[in-house]
């Protein structure tokens, strides 16, 4: 079993940075994938950003590729979502989830374990 914990979210304005963190906890293995996912209210739930736990390889959604930036820490046994230059549609509930398979996915159903989410608002 894998627990996740995010944290970070908060009430931001346009243009500022936010970084989001997700406690793991659990057996993991290298080639699990760290995803996150957000979630806007009527939508539905997209992938963000994910890290493979071994080797650090990233995926991103097109569209925040370069300002956020994931990354992992082994001694704090973190995954990190740094997002800047933030805007109003980056607005949703943003959540961390594990892969306990080695290839990378950008599915919902792909994904075996999820934290509870952490609430992310950008304010124009």
């Known amino acids: 079993q894998v627990q996740l914990v995010e944290s970070g979210g908060g009430l931001v304005q346009a243009g500022d940075s936010l970084r989001l963190s997700c406690a793991v906890s659990?057996?993991?293995?290298?080639?699990?994938?760290l995803g996150w996912f957000r979630q806007a209210p009527g939508k539905e739930r997209e992938f963000v950003a994910s890290?493979?736990?071994?080797?650090?390889?990233?995926y991103y959604l097109d569209s925040v590729k370069g300002p956020f930036t994931v990354s992992r820490d082994y001694a704090e046994n973190t995954v990190s979502l740094q997002m800047n230059s933030l805007r109003p549609e980056d607005t949703a509930k943003y959540y961390c989830a594990a892969r306990a398979n080695f290839g990378a996915a950008r599915n919902v159903a792909e994904y075996d374990y999820w934290g509870q989410g952490t609430q992310v608002t950008v304010s124009s």
């Open positions: 890290i493979r736990w071994g080797d650090g390889n990233t």
């Open positions: 659990g057996r993991i293995f290298s080639y699990y994938v």
